[in-house]
């Protein structure tokens, strides 16, 4: 797989703040969305939060309505994750992901994403 360059993790006391970045123009398949995806020990990986690059349309999980965002730059090539209000559930490993997806409720399947990131930690201290 085609790795993006995250950035941006590390250690937090609860109620922090993060932001992680994602060099996305290494993937060189098609692509129209740009995800984040965690996954913490014993878990298997989740998506977080999606962006349309065509349109812009944002797509978030329960957990992350609310406290993060989703956003790109102008071209679509970097995707950015601000993560407010972190809690405790929030640590995990952190992969960004780019893919083509045509419905966009298939936003939080893995599968759907032919780029990823090595992933980037999140430790958020109670």
């Known amino acids: 797989q085609v790795q993006l360059v995250e950035s941006g993790g590390g250690s937090v006391q609860a109620g922090g703040s993060l932001r992680l970045s994602c060099a996305a123009s290494t993937c060189t398949y098609a692509r129209n969305y740009l995800a984040w995806f965690r996954q913490a020990p014993g878990k298997e990986r989740e998506g977080v939060a999606a962006?349309?690059?065509?349109?812009?349309?944002?797509y978030y999980t329960d957990s992350a309505k609310g406290r993060f965002t989703i956003s790109t730059d102008i071209r679509g090539n970097t995707a950015y994750l601000e993560m407010n209000s972190l809690k405790y559930d929030d640590t995990a490993v952190y992969y960004c992901a780019a893919g083509l997806v045509w419905d966009g409720d298939d936003w939080p399947r893995v599968s759907e994403y032919t780029c990823w990131g090595q992933g980037t930690q999140v430790t958020v201290s109670s």
């Open positions: 962006i349309s690059t065509s349109s812009g349309r944002t």
